[in-house]
């Protein structure tokens, strides 16, 4: 079986290529920087890093590894050639997508905490506030594993095209604890710096970033988790992941 037999069209297949190398380009460079601008050769450097600050390094460091190889799945090895490669499609999917939430939920958690933090030496285990946003976290674990049982993974009977996707449940679960959790942290965040008037310049570019930054990512999710339900769970592999990697080059790219 020819590996482009999933794509309706050549056209298709190239912008499918372009998205995956542009989303890998613009990723390298991001973590290019990043890793630049940190200290990370030594075990000391890294135990000294902030927590918010290493959230961003493997948000980064995940979404290159997915972009990268769901193009080999793609491009290389082919979704159609067979079902377990159909099946690790999804795989990978939910393996770095989950990863991804749970790392920029962490990074959001943190930045909520140090703007409702009294003093900088208080203690994360002593703030109800970072209490909170750990236990309303700690339920992404029942999210994961409905996505997990909701997957869907087989090769169609009638052109052997590699079909992936959630199923509606799951789907939709995925997008509403998604939006419930970010716009709570992300309120949580502002309220503090709403409430001091934002008499500081730098205080109001922060708010404004992360507020673009949460709403450009809310998107996204929202258009890909919509599109996936409506579509019943049922996508082109191509196209399912093609989809999830503007997922993740918009949210990494946002922090």
């Keep these: 079986m020819s590996m482009n037999t999933s794509f309706p069209s050549q056209g298709l297949q190239v912008l499918s290529c372009l998205i995956h190398i542009l989303g890998i380009s613009v990723l390298s460079h991001c973590l290019s920087r990043r890793l630049a601008a940190e200290e990370w050769t030594s075990w000391t450097a890294l135990r000294e890093m902030s927590w918010a600050r290493m959230c961003v390094l493997l948000v980064f460091i995940d979404s290159w590894l997915f972009v990268f190889t769901s193009g080999i799945l793609v491009f ?64 992404y674990g029942i999210v994961i594993t409905i996505m997990v049982i909701g997957r869907i993974h087989y090769l169609r009977e009638s052109d052997g095209v590699c079909i992936i996707g959630l199923k509606p449940y799951s789907s939709l679960t995925l997008l509403s604890y998604d939006l419930f959790i970010n716009i709570v942290l992300t309120l949580m965040f502002l309220w503090p710096i709403i409430r001091s008037n934002l008499t500081n310049p730098r205080l109001k ?40 990697g503007s997922d993740f080059h918009r949210s990494s790219s946002m922090l």
Excluded: Q
């Design 205 to 244: 570019s922060v708010a404004v970033r992360t507020l673009v930054a949460s709403g450009a990512a809310l998107t996204t999710s929202t258009i890909n988790m919509l599109v996936l339900a409506m579509l019943h769970g049922h996508e082109r592999g191509w196209l399912c992941l093609g989809s999830c």
């Design 76 to 139: 290389g090895i082919g979704l159609d050639s067979t079902e377990i490669v159909c099946a690790m499609g999804i795989y990978i999917c939910v393996m770095f997508y989950a990863t991804s939430k749970l790392l920029i939920y962490a990074f959001l958690a943190e930045k909520v905490f140090l703007v409702w933090s009294p003093s900088i030496s208080s203690r994360r285990l002593k703030s109800s506030v970072y209490l909170g946003c750990m236990g309303m976290i700690a339920v």
